[in-house]
């Protein structure tokens, strides 16, 4: 049989792709395949399974390549997107910083509500099937080479039309393993190199070891060669093998960018005190050292800093002896302290890679599709949606927006 589309990839924007282009064009036969097991596992791990599915603030987000996202997200906002999701049974809730969550708190009813959808609509789903190869044969004909895999036998596809929704290469056991990449490369698309974006950092200073599991909110300064090069504000999780949170996840697409062209000194640099300035903090530790002279230095940042992050900034600061009393500081070491929390030095060796990563920066360049159809510039009736594309936003439910509005978008086969 020849299928008027097939789907590569039943995730987040694929499944979207799907619906859309059944809604659009009532009589295509239209089928997805997935290599994993089943359709939509990584929404189940998505905003630590509750699915944080859009931001309210969507709209204003600086993607990168924003100019090209922006099509997408204009014909699919976040307005759009919710009644979208409420017209299949889903209803959300936003916390106060925009975040949208499905009103169950599980990410589960986000995935159950496309996948019912799909079933109604009469799509199948052609699950642990891997696509390995796509070749375009004459009278534009794509021929789709996949494993079913629980057999081993070779499966051969047929489509007029091809939306390609792999995802990148970010989180692989969910099923993204980059082998999308592959496949638009084979048929003459350009990838721009794949790096690990919204994933934790290795830092080889010992202080996250002692810190972990830590938690702090402060501003982070990610330094490059002693020049600040972004500042981010937010939680940060002191780890084992250096940091986490969100404060570490943003500034991350720029360590990766960072590693993957050099080795020169990367460092964050964190104001522990962000609400606090330097004058206000230091007339604070002062007072504190003139009227409980006899409290012990390891002390000084007890109603200040939580854990044992006062007695590592003294240690910082070369003041070994966590036992002197406060009365005894000097100005000169009560001002050294003071810098220290305002601008804690970590230094910074990597990323924890694509297994970590909750998103791929970098991927199939946008200046190859057309921004109002997502359709190639190169091949007639191939599409592409979702990460597989070169756009990339921050945590908070912009990475699903990008998803559902471009998959929206691709499936109308515009
Ligand atoms: C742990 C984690 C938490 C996250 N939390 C959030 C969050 O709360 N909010 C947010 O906005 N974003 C979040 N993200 C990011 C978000 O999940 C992704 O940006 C989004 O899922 C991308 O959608 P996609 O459809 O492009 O790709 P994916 O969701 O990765 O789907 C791609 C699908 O294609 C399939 N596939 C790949 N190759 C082939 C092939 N060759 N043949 C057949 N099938 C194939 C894969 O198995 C997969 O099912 C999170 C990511 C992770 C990993």
Known sequence: MIYNLLVVGAGASGLCAAISAARTHKNFKIALIERMPRAGKKILATGNGRCNLTN???????????????????????????????????????????????????????????RFELERLGIPIFCDTPVQKIKLVEKGLFVLDCEDKPSGKKLSFRAKNLIIATGG????????????????????????????????????????KQLKGLRVRSTLTLEIKGKPRAVTHGELL????????????????????????????????????????????????????????????????????????????CKECGMKDLQTPLGSLKEQSIKKLVDCAKAFRLKLTGTQG??????????????????????????????????????????????????WSSGLLAGRLG
């Open 56 to 114: 309210l603030d969507a709209q204003n987000h600086d993607y990168k390549n924003l100019n090209f996202a922006v099509p997408a997200l204009k014909a699919y906002p976040v307005t759009k997107t919710l009644d979208f999701f409420k017209g299949l049974g889903l209803l959300t809730f936003s916390d106060e910083v925009g975040r949208v969550y499905p009103l169950t708190n599980k990410a589960n009813a986000v995935s159950d509500a496309l």
């Open 169 to 208: 290469k970010a989180a692989p056991v969910q099923g993204s393993d980059g082998s999308g990449f592959s496949l638009l490369s084979s048929l003459g698309h350009t990838i721009r190199q794949p790096l690990p974006s919204l994933v934790p950092l290795f830092s080889d200073s010992p202080y996250p």
């Open 238 to 313: 002191f780890t084992d093998y250096g940091l986490s949170g969100i404060a570490a996840m943003e500034i991350s697409p720029l360590v990766s960018e960072h590693f993957a062209f050099s080795q020169a000194d990367c460092h964050a640099v964190l104001d522990l005190v962000p609400s606090f300035d330097h004058e206000e903090l230091f007339a604070f530790l002062q007072e504190l050292t003139r009227a409980s002279e006899s409290l012990p230095l390891e002390k000084l940042f007890f109603g200040v800093l939580p854990g044992p992050l006062g007695s590592v900034i």
């Open 354 to 403: 694509f297994s970590r990563a909750q998103v791929t920066r970098g991927g199939a360049a946008v200046d190859e599709f057309d921004p109002k159809r997502l359709a190639s510039n190169k091949i007639k009736g191939l599409y592409a949606c979702g990460e597989v594309l070169d756009v990339d936003g921050a945590c908070g439910g912009y990475n699903l927006q990008w998803a």
